[in-house]
């Protein structure tokens, strides 16, 4: 086996699988602070792209101002989507939740492709391109970049878990609804703050496919991507989102690049099959025993 | 002095359509769907075909998660597999449709089984996920399995034919559509009123309940799971004959989201309101459409916007029936009727 084909596979694996893990987290957070999945994610992925296409490229704002806006434009989406969407349908059945934010990613994608337009966009990068030697092989600086970034802000979003008021009161929700509420912790206020997150992480994400990959419609698709990564890493966990979307992104990568047949794009699926059969709370998440 | 309506026998007691109003409708109803097509125009047998394929499709879904309480993403694969079923018993194999079809659904009703097992450990978000694993898998296998589905590829289909005639026209079709709606419907509605279908009930309300009363969940989980591949099956191989070509992309992961909308705009667990949100999802994108093409001239713009729209109303109205009106078209209707039921008395 070629070692600096591993290399580069490695690391082109980890820069996608961290992108994931990010859209992950996004899910996490609002699962656990409401045991709802949002098939939306991917959709907030594709806003944020766009929006800092927006404030960059066409209203040329420097990278970190456009940055800046994009972050508190998303979060106010997430608000707003909360607020209008979801917080009606608190406590109805499951399907009700998954076809909302179906409902919801509809709504998005048909206001970004009427604002934006469907077609790939030239993204300014700023996150410098180039390439470096690491470790014996040849590879783009922006991934290493990427991989970096992200590992930082997930590690203030675990740091945010276990240290902030919000953080804990997001657990204690998720723990307990009925004690987090006797406790005087304000669930609207918690829901609020979960959707804002996850809408800020989608975007931050969103910046750096832009980057990476370009702005492009097929940002979307990455939504779906990613339940096999919370599936394995499992719903409620926040270093399962990491760890899952590690091994999903360098299991993709492998794939790709050792078979030819376009498997990769199954693989992720079939982890998720076999996890479910096997640990259905996955490797991190919460065990929850029941038999019927 | 007798006020309401008595039975004297068991007979008419337990009878689909009790009342005179209901027998009524009905007549009109079967009145409506026979004068349709010499009063039509080809665009509406048109419409009216996809309405009828859509609502069997609705139907087999609504028995998986209106009843059941299953929620599936694989609607798409499951057509998938019945159009392709169909379409390849005909090419290949040279068999008539009105073997080629029921072969189609019970293929698929195989495949609803294989896909049911997972079932027995998972509920809810966990089954919809692994679903939405099953569509993809399914969805590559078609399109990477070149030497039996022609990959990429359409698949032709030939027209049917029944006693003699060519099936090729929307006129012809739709009376092999309406018999078969009709009486995929009539099971379902006697089916719902049986032991299967009460069994069913009861573990969508409360699994646990009804494991304890004696239900054997996992068996009646599975022949949810192959009832409804079945009827899927049968919506997807209709598809193959009436479109005569089968492609790929008339089955991806937005058929399922778009079948999910039908039975939630509908009225999750109604037969009606699998026809009214099928009704509602096909008429809607070609209303878009229509108006589009009326305002062309005085806004040339509108065009181009036009699949944007009908996007994202289609995920508008899934959204405002969610919050405004969980039980969807059917519970509006059930208000209209009763309604009139005593009017203009009421009160």
Redesign the interface.
Known sequence: MDSDVFLQLTVSGLSNGMVYSLVAVGFVVIFKASDV?NFAQGEFLLFGAYLAFAFIAQFGLPWSVGVLATLLTAAMIGLIVERL?LR??IG?P???M???T??????????V??IWGVRPKAFPNFIPSGEVEFLGAIVGIDRLLVIAIAAILLTVLTLFFRHTRDGIAMRAIADDQQAALSMGISIKRVLAVAWAMAAITAAVAGIMLANTVGVSHDIIFIG?RV??VV?LGG?DSVPGAIVGGGVIGLLESYTAGYTT??LE??VP??V??LV??VR?YGLFGKEII?R? | MESGIFFSDYRSDMALRRMPLQKARTGLLLVGLVVFPFLATPYWLNLANQIAIATIGAIGLNILVGYTGQISLGQGAFMAIGAYGAGLLTVRLGVPFYISIPAAALITAVAGLVVGLPSLRLKGLYLAVATLAAQQIVEFVVTHWDGLTGGTEALVVPAPELFGARMNTDGRFYWILVVVALAVALFAANLFRSRVGRAWVAIRDQDIAASAIGVNVFGYKLLAFATSSFLVGLSGALLAHYRSIVTWERFTIEVSISYLAMIIIGGLGTISGSFFGASLIVLLPAMINTLGRSLQDTAPWAATVLPYVQQGVFGLVIILFLVLEPEGLAKLWRNVKDYFRVWPFSY
Do not use: D, K, Q, T
């Not at chain 1, 179906?102 to 206001?111: M, T």
């Open positions: 999945i969407v009606p349908l109805e499951v399907i009700s998954i076809m909302v179906i409902g919801l990613s509809s709504l998005l994608r048909a206001v492709n009427g779906l339940f096999p599936i719903l047949s376009g794009l199954i699926y079939i998720l099959i479910l059969m259905p029941e019927v």
